[in-house]
């Protein structure tokens, strides 16, 4: 990429929505040039833009789980777990004996609530499942490595960034709701008029109602990309175990890591999960005995090289 397609996904992981001609006004080029690039990176390197909501503002919670199996069910059972809705980054890790994924469920899940919680225990060909819940979120959603990659000045950063008050309390969500938040997961920059048609409602309700969703923090908008356009070609799974009363230092200073994109607090037998990005095993492994050695309180890590991706955020790609 050059600059201007980096400091246009920079941007549009910053603001999903923010229009081409504020893009282009801070790259120093026109509107045209910018709506150009984009349609490319979508048509040439699946780049796309998607609405997502935050799980905790809806009442529901985020999972990581790990699913061992024989080795020879992962790619199947990868690809039926990636065409669930509630799932995302659904990946086989460990030299192929795991499948490593997010899931989404109800905060009181319970049985049909939660089908691939429930029925994973069971299927066959799988050697075990571990759930760790996710307690705190250091970094992800709305931060990616497109966050801190590009060209664009903290000043330009701040700028774009949307101000957010997040709500109190779970919100209800109305029909229209869902069919808002369905259509902008498909194309975060879907126009009012096809979310007007999606929703049934008018273009002046749909965009008081976006704006009532973000700035809420309900609503976040994250970029699906190929993390080779930014040279990074591995990533890996981290799971570590840190002193309980060092917990939240060493999540906040993963966060700051430039190799990461999500970090957080988990029950389980380790209790902090990062997903890196490097640029090839060496590179992972000056990560591993450098900054991560650094983290206070680190009593173990065991790490999970990914070695096929099925499903990113919602795109399916194997």
């Given at each position: 990429?050059?600059?201007v397609e980096a400091?246009l996904?920079q941007a549009?992981?910053?603001?999903g929505?923010v229009?081409f001609a504020?893009?282009?006004?801070?790259l120093g080029?026109s509107?045209q040039t910018?709506a150009?690039?984009y349609?490319?990176?979508r048509v040439?390197?699946?780049?796309r833009?998607?609405g997502?909501?935050?799980?905790?503002?809806v009442?529901?919670?985020?999972?990581?789980?790990r699913v061992?199996?024989a080795?020879e069910a992962?790619v199947?059972?990868?690809?039926?777990?990636?065409r669930?809705r509630e799932?995302?980054?659904?990946q086989i890790?460990?030299?192929g004996?795991e499948i490593?994924c997010?899931?989404?469920?109800?905060l009181?899940?319970?049985?049909?609530?939660?089908a691939?919680?429930?029925r994973?225990?069971?299927?066959p060909?799988?050697t075990?499942?571990?759930?760790h819940?996710v307690l705190?979120?250091?970094?992800?959603?709305?931060t990616?490595?497109?966050?801190?990659n590009?060209?664009?000045?903290p000043e330009?950063?701040a700028r774009l960034?949307p101000?957010i008050t997040?709500?109190?309390?779970?919100?209800?969500?109305?029909?229209?709701?869902?069919?808002?938040?369905?259509?902008?997961?498909v194309d975060?920059r879907?126009?009012?008029?096809?979310l007007a048609?999606?929703t049934?409602?008018s273009?002046?309700?749909v965009?008081?109602?976006?704006?009532?969703?973000?700035?809420?923090?309900?609503l976040y908008?994250?970029?699906?990309?190929?993390p080779?356009?930014?040279?990074?070609?591995?990533s890996?799974?981290l799971?570590l175990?840190i002193?309980p009363?060092?917990?939240a230092?060493?999540?906040?200073a993963l966060?700051?890591?430039?190799?990461?994109?999500?970090?957080?607090?988990?029950?389980?037998e380790?209790n902090?999960y990062?997903?890196v990005f490097?640029?090839?095993?060496?590179?992972?492994y000056?990560y591993?005995?450098?900054?991560v050695t650094?983290l206070?309180?680190v009593?173990?890590v065991?790490?999970a090289p990914?070695?096929r991706v099925f499903?990113q955020?919602?795109?399916?790609?194997g």
């Amino acid at each position: 990429m050059d600059s201007v397609e980096a400091g246009l996904l920079q941007a549009l992981q910053i603001d999903g929505r923010v229009p081409f001609a504020v893009v282009g006004e801070l790259l120093g080029v026109s509107d045209q040039t910018v709506a150009r690039r984009y349609a490319r990176l979508r048509v040439e390197s699946g780049v796309r833009v998607l609405g997502a909501v935050w799980p905790e503002a809806v009442g529901q919670q985020l999972w990581l789980v790990r699913v061992r199996c024989a080795p020879e069910a992962a790619v199947g059972l990868a690809r039926a777990l990636a065409r669930q809705r509630e799932t995302s980054w659904v990946q086989i890790a460990s030299g192929g004996a795991e499948i490593v994924c997010m899931v989404l469920a109800p905060l009181d899940a319970a049985g049909e609530d939660s089908a691939v919680l429930t029925r994973l225990p069971r299927t066959p060909r799988v050697t075990g499942v571990s759930a760790h819940c996710v307690l705190h979120s250091f970094v992800g959603g709305q931060t990616s490595p497109l966050t801190r990659n590009g060209p664009l000045t903290p000043e330009q950063c701040a700028r774009l960034q949307p101000e957010i008050t997040p709500v109190d309390a779970p919100l209800e969500l109305s029909a229209g709701d869902r069919a808002l938040l369905a259509a902008l997961a498909v194309d975060g920059r879907a126009g009012l008029r096809a979310l007007a048609a999606a929703t049934g409602w008018s273009q002046t309700t749909v965009r008081r109602r976006l704006k009532q969703l973000r700035d809420s923090g309900t609503l976040y908008f994250d970029v699906d990309f190929d993390p080779a356009l930014l040279g990074l070609r591995m990533s890996a799974a981290l799971w570590l175990t840190i002193a309980p009363g060092d917990l939240a230092a060493a999540g906040t200073a993963l966060a700051r890591h430039e190799q990461v994109s999500f970090a957080a607090a988990t029950t389980g037998e380790s209790n902090l999960y990062a997903s890196v990005f490097c640029g090839g095993s060496v590179a992972l492994y000056e990560y591993l005995t450098g900054p991560v050695t650094g983290l206070p309180g680190v009593r173990s890590v065991e790490t999970a090289p990914s070695m096929r991706v099925f499903k990113q955020a919602v795109t399916i790609v194997g």
